[in-house]
């Protein structure tokens, strides 16, 4: 099936769709709409309403609907990514942020609630979804966000910018050291996918940076073990450590962090989908238990 020229907005609309639900696109009305709406850009609930009317399909929507059936990220055709209140520049290079990232944030923005000028740490930053995240949301924090990949990097220095985060260039398994033991919460959402389970979607096994993806190791514990070691350096006494991780490494996670001898109130989160996402701790060295 191709797209017709000449359609109306509905009939074009309705043809994407399923032109994108025939690719496999997992929602394709809504993507279809979405797409239709990056080019007017009159909102969602506006473009619904001039669906049901005759207005004209938008100059340019074939070729864009044509892009997301060969499986290019919404995002990556769009250039942005909504994640919590923000609005991130996201394009190639760059792990697009996940909604179910979005609830371990609450838990940082939760913990902070009490604290006065919290010193936030964001490990993999990314396109910078938590570090800004937490920067709008707790507005007397002082976040820094520490990012590997060069090409991340520059996406999130893009975003983080206006929002003040101190981004560094860096290996979160060193990153930081001038300020080791200083901070009150340590967040990371690290790489850690097992080496084996390769993702079945196009759009993130064709077009989500490989090392936002593996997190080292036949079970993709390294990255995630070296984050909580990290924490453990960088975490003031009763500061809060959380991480996002796979749901089949909550067990793994959670004995590592009992067994280190410096964590208490080790605690499984479960995100939207009830799936045993993050595990949070707080840091009590031996002489603080
Ligand atoms: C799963 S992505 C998460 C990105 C972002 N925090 C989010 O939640 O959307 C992991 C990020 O960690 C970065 N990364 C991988 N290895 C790293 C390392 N050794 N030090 C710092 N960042 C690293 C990747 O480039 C990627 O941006």
């Given at each position: 099936?191709?797209?017709?020229?000449?359609?109306?907005?509905?009939?074009?609309?309705?043809?994407?769709?399923?032109?994108?639900?025939?690719?496999?696109?997992?929602?394709?009305?809504?993507?279809?709409?979405?797409?239709?709406?990056?080019?007017?850009?009159?909102?969602?609930?506006?473009?619904?309403?001039?669906?049901?009317?005759?207005?004209?399909?938008?100059?340019?929507?074939?070729?864009?609907?044509?892009?997301?059936?060969?499986?290019?990220?919404?995002?990556?055709?769009?250039?942005?990514?909504?994640?919590?209140?923000?609005?991130?520049?996201?394009?190639?290079?760059?792990f697009?942020?996940?909604?179910?990232?979005?609830?371990?944030?609450?838990?940082?923005?939760?913990?902070?609630?009490?604290?006065?000028?919290?010193?936030?740490?964001?490990l993999g930053t990314g396109?910078?979804?938590?570090?800004?995240?937490?920067?709008?949301?707790?507005?007397?924090?002082?976040?820094?966000?520490v990012e590997f990949s060069?090409?991340a990097?520059?996406?999130?220095?893009?975003?983080?910018?206006?929002?003040?985060?101190?981004?560094?260039?860096g290996d979160l398994r060193d990153a930081?050291?001038?300020?080791?033991?200083?901070?009150?919460?340590v967040?990371s959402n690290p790489p850690y996918i097992p080496a084996?389970?390769?993702?079945?979607?196009?759009?993130?096994?064709?077009?989500?940076p490989p090392e936002a993806l593996y997190g080292g190791g036949a079970d993709g514990m390294e990255l995630p073990t070296a984050a909580a070691a990290s924490a453990?350096?960088?975490?003031?006494?009763?500061?809060?450590?959380?991480m996002e991780h796979a749901?089949?490494q909550?067990?793994w996670i959670?004995?590592m962090?009992?067994?280190?001898?410096?964590?208490?109130?080790?605690?499984?989160?479960?995100?939207?989908?009830?799936?045993?996402?993050?595990?949070?701790?707080?840091?009590?060295?031996?002489?603080?238990?």
């Open positions: 099936m191709t797209l017709g020229t000449g359609l109306s907005l509905a009939e074009a609309v309705r043809e994407a769709t399923e032109l994108l639900a025939h690719a496999g696109v997992p929602s394709p009305r809504v993507d279809a709409e979405l797409l239709a709406d990056h080019l007017l850009g009159v909102g969602l609930g506006r473009l619904r309403a001039m669906l049901l009317g005759d207005s004209p399909e938008p100059d340019g929507y074939a070729d864009l609907v044509a892009e997301r059936a060969r499986r290019v990220p919404l995002q990556h055709i769009t250039g942005v990514a909504h994640f919590r209140y923000l609005q991130l520049a996201v394009g190639p290079g760059v697009i942020p996940r909604p179910e990232t979005e609830s371990v944030v609450q838990l940082v923005i939760d913990r902070l609630a009490e604290t006065h000028r919290p010193k936030v740490a964001d396109s910078g979804a938590i570090a800004g995240s937490i920067a709008h949301e707790v507005p007397d924090a002082e976040v820094h966000a060069e090409f990097h520059a996406w999130a220095a893009r975003n983080l910018a206006p929002l003040g985060v101190k981004l560094v260039r930081l050291q001038e300020h080791n033991g200083t901070f009150d919460v967040i084996e389970a390769v993702p079945n979607e196009p759009e993130v096994a064709l077009h989500d453990a350096r960088l975490l003031v006494p009763g500061g809060y450590f959380v749901e089949v909550a067990g959670a004995a962090l009992r067994a280190g001898g410096v964590w208490s109130e080790v605690t499984t989160h479960l995100d939207l989908n009830g799936k045993e996402r993050a595990t949070s701790a707080v840091f009590t060295p031996l002489s603080n238990a």
